[in-house]
């Protein structure tokens, strides 16, 4: 038997794979296919105070290896959450985190209050990453005063585990890994989509309603990888690594550069079963190389 717990702080996930927020909606949506309290945990689609309808069609494009999307943090608001999806997901043995977004500051502190008081929701991760809205998400992750603040603001009302997803839209995202940590973060999470576009030459037109949208899948692994390798070397608080994870290959050269839990994303559009295969994977190749435990590979490349 191999040992695939692993801890943020205190919080235990009795797995690393976890799902990335936004492509898999709350859980429920992937219960035809396996038991999602299989996994290590589950991260919710980007949650907000208020009901958003999201950016206009077309907000997907396919891209050579990986996807564009502009979804724009559609949602129906935290009071929806409460009443009709957090009584089904408090039932899975599993972590539910929930994905926090806002447009100001105080956005920020009072979904991260209101959330606070839900018994069953061990964590939350900070989005101030996104790319697709035109307030508030990557302006305060891609600038380190803003981010700072923001941080702060939400660690002084937010009593549990607190993740800060990082964009990697900037020029050194070690400097916002080292920000989330001196400001009390109990993890960083890397990376959200990379800010780029598409044009099609049938409309003469960007492929976004947006013109911009984030790309993931496997075009962005080399560099969400390299992030990884980079943070991990730098910070002491565990990292959670993602971007074109498709295969528990990938998943492991992430925990070998660094993270201690992986999010999977764009690959269960592909394949909805993709966690869990990442995950049978993963024990594979440890029970193969006779590994008793996965703490034994994480940040491997940085022990010699
Ligand atoms: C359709 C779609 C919606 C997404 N929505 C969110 C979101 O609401 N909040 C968030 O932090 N990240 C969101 N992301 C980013 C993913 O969680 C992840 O960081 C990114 O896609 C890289 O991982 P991947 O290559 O495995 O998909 C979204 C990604 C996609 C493709």
Redesign the pocket.
């Known amino acids: 038997m191999v040992n695939l717990s692993v801890n943020i702080g205190e919080l235990r996930f009795k797995n690393p794979v976890l799902t990335?927020?936004?492509?898999c909606g709350y859980g429920p949506e992937l219960e035809d296919f396996f038991d999602v309290s299989s996994l290590g945990g589950i991260v919710v689609?980007?949650t907000t105070l208020e009901p958003r309808e999201g950016n206009q069609y077309p907000r997907?494009a396919e891209t050579p290896s990986g996807?564009l999307?502009a979804?724009g943090?559609q949602n129906k608001g935290i009071e929806y959450f409460e009443k009709h999806i957090y009584p089904v997901i408090a039932k899975y043995n599993t972590h539910v985190i929930i994905?926090v977004?806002g447009n100001t500051i105080d956005d920020y502190v009072a979904l991260s209050e209101r959330i606070n008081k839900l018994d069953k929701i061990p964590a939350i991760?900070l989005?101030i990453?996104?790319p697709n809205v035109k307030r508030g998400g990557m302006i305060f992750g891609t600038n380190p005063d803003s981010a700072r603040d923001v941080i702060r603001a939400v660690r002084a009302v937010y009593k549990k585990k607190l993740i800060i997803?990082l964009s990697p839209n900037v020029t050194n995202i070690v400097d916002f890994a080292r920000i989330a940590e001196e400001e009390g973060a109990d993890s960083v999470s890397l990376?959200?989509?990379l800010l780029g576009m598409a044009v099609d030459i049938n409309r003469m037109k960007p492929s976004l309603s947006t013109v911009t949208g984030?790309l993931?899948?496997p075009a962005?692994k080399p560099v969400a990888l390299r992030m990884v390798w980079q943070v991990s070397r730098a910070v002491k608080i565990p990292v959670i690594g993602?971007?074109?994870?498709m295969t528990a290959s990938d998943a492991i050269e992430f925990f070998l550069a660094g993270a201690t839990a992986v999010?999977?994303?764009?690959?269960t559009f592909i394949n909805p079963m993709a966690p869990v295969r990442i995950l049978e994977g993963i024990e594979k190749y440890l029970a193969d190389k006779h590994f008793s435990d996965i703490s034994e590979i994480i940040g491997f490349l940085n022990r010699n």
């Not at 990335?20 to 492509?23: D, E, F, K, L, R």
Request: proline share 0%; hydrophobic share 30%; with cysteine.
């Open positions: 990335a927020s936004g492509t689609k980007g997907m996807m999307n979804v943090l994905n977004n991760e989005n990453s996104c997803k990376v959200n989509t984030g993931s899948g962005i993602m971007g074109g994870i999010q999977i994303g764009t690959a």
